[in-house]
């Protein structure tokens, strides 16, 4: 059985940093890639980051500017976003996946995962003023 965890959400102040962590077990991680996604309070899903799954390359959401980045251990079955500079609108609850297939095509799709995606329950992250 396939599970999926998130974890490292939590409350701080604009612009302080944290780490998301995913957390995977169930499948051959290494074949597999990690993609975040956040939902903010009324407003749709929406891809945040996705790494392959060698953990060599990674894509991002533009708006982001630069303030996130993703990687991925496959020895430890975990993939992490770290996340700086955090501001108010970044508010929202994260989720972490995992699919077999490949970063660069999920985002030009509009960041549409396969069907075969495991998904976490989220984690919320709350931004501070």
């Known amino acids: 059985q396939v599970q999926v965890e998130e974890s490292g959400g939590g409350l701080v102040q604009a612009g302080g940093s944290l780490r998301l962590t995913c957390t995977v077990s169930?499948?051959?991680?290494?074949?597999?890639?990690v993609i975040w996604f956040r939902r903010r309070p009324g407003k749709e899903r929406e891809g945040v980051a996705c790494?392959?799954?060698?953990?060599?390359?990674?894509y991002y959401a533009l708006e982001l500017d630069g303030r996130f980045h993703v990687s991925k251990d496959n020895a430890l079955n975990t993939g992490v976003l770290d996340m700086h500079n955090l501001k108010p609108e970044d508010t929202a609850t994260y989720y972490c996946?995992?699919?077999?297939?490949?970063?660069?095509?999920?985002?030009?799709?509009?960041?549409?995962?396969?069907?075969?995606?495991?998904w976490g329950q989220g984690t919320q992250v709350t931004v501070s003023s």
């Open positions: 169930g499948l051959n991680f290494e074949d597999y890639c």
């Open positions: 790494i392959s799954s060698s953990g060599i390359t990674d």
């Open positions: 996946a995992a699919f077999d297939g490949v970063c660069g095509t999920v985002k030009t799709l509009g960041w549409r995962t396969p069907e075969e995606t495991y």
